[in-house]
């Protein structure tokens, strides 16, 4: 019989894109979805990859442990992905709460369902590099000490030590993946990669003439998001849980991830871009930079994207959708 998986946030980025990866192994697919007043609009990712029919999509919320206890009950899945967070760092100080109600209180939600209704299963827990924060050493590992500098990742940092804790207390193969940076044409536009992208194809288009962004010099280890869903599975299929980081091992700045952009349609980034004070963020994470060595040895994992190539591809999927006025 088909393994069965459950995804939390799978109609996010991350998601969308493992949903593809494990139907081309052969899974089926559950997801959690949230109720909305926009049902229809909310599975564009899944649209986007041809792969919206081929998922099943529940009711349910990580706030609510009731309907988490139901799914996981009526699905019965082998392997849970924790995915779903309020994951735009920079809501986080406006909706701190919020952030840590879902992105740090909901994976004991999901956790504990696991524990109550299918301890058999392997469970995924997507913690971030933002986690490191105010970094303590030039490249971060899975010792690195942790220095979360927004509520974002203060709620990441609960979410990552109550996977270890319900792996060590209740013997649960849980494993943790600390992503760095990952995007693509399916990261949302409030993301820095994805407004770049997506307003450097409206100017080649017409439809405006400036890209206002903050901190430029902040660097960042960007990788594509199709390398780390792989990553992912890659964990859930070891004999033992564990933590690994994922990453690339290589930083950039906003201002060179520009370039690429602008360069892609022959546009020259000065005349464009504008800095804008308003947008600086109230504690930057200045340098994020990942040791992946023990993901690529211990999972045999290496990234097969490179950030030229994801910069590209993501202004050609906004000029496609800039030229049809389809912005999501």
């Known amino acids: 019989m088909a393994k069965k998986a459950l995804i939390t946030g799978i109609t996010g980025q991350d998601g969308a894109y493992l949903s593809q990866f494990l139907l081309s192994k052969g899974y089926e697919v559950f997801g959690v979805i949230r109720r909305s007043s926009h049902r229809g609009v909310e599975d564009h990712r899944l649209r986007w990859l041809?792969?919206?029919?081929?998922v099943h999509l529940l009711d349910g919320d990580l706030g609510d442990l009731s309907s988490l206890l139901r799914i996981v009950q009526e699905v019965r899945p082998d392997e849970i992905?924790?995915?779903?967070a309020q994951s735009f760092v920079a809501s986080s100080w406006r909706q701190p709460?919020?952030?840590?109600?879902?992105?740090?209180?909901g994976v004991t939600n999901i956790l504990e369902a696991m524990r109550l209704e299918a301890p058999g299963a392997r469970f995924y827990q997507a913690s971030s590099s933002e986690m490191y924060g105010l970094i303590q050493q030039p490249m971060q590992n899975e010792s690195t000490p942790f220095y979360p500098r927004s509520p974002y990742a203060v709620a990441k940092l609960y979410g990552?030590?109550?996977?270890?804790?319900y792996r060590e207390s209740?013997?649960?193969h849980a494993s943790s993946g600390i992503l760095f940076n990952h995007e693509s044409p399916l990261r949302g536009v409030e993301f820095v990669t994805r407004k770049v992208t997506s307003t450097v194809a409206r100017i080649k288009l017409g439809r405006t003439d400036v890209l206002r962004l903050g901190n430029i010099d902040a660097k960042r280890d960007w990788g594509h998001a199709r390398d780390y869903v792989r990553a992912m599975w890659l964990m859930l299929q070891q004999d033992k849980p564990d933590d690994y980081v994922v990453a690339t091992g290589v930083t950039t700045t906003v201002r060179d991830m520009c370039r690429i952009a602008f360069d892609h349609v022959g546009l020259d980034m000065e005349k464009h871009l504008v800095i804008d004070p308003a947008l600086f963020r109230p504690a930057e994470v200045e340098v994020l930079l990942g040791d992946s060595s023990k993901a690529r040895r211990a999972l045999g994992w290496q990234p097969e994207i490179d950030l030229d190539t994801m910069i590209r591809e993501m202004v050609d999927s906004d000029l496609v959708r800039v030229g049809q006025e389809y912005y999501e």
């Open 160 to 165: 990552h030590w109550i996977t270890v804790n």
């Open 50 to 54: 041809g792969i919206s029919g081929e």
């Open 81 to 84: 992905y924790n995915l779903a």
């Open 97 to 105: 709460l919020l952030t840590g109600q879902v992105t740090a209180l």
């Open 170 to 172: 209740f013997g649960l």
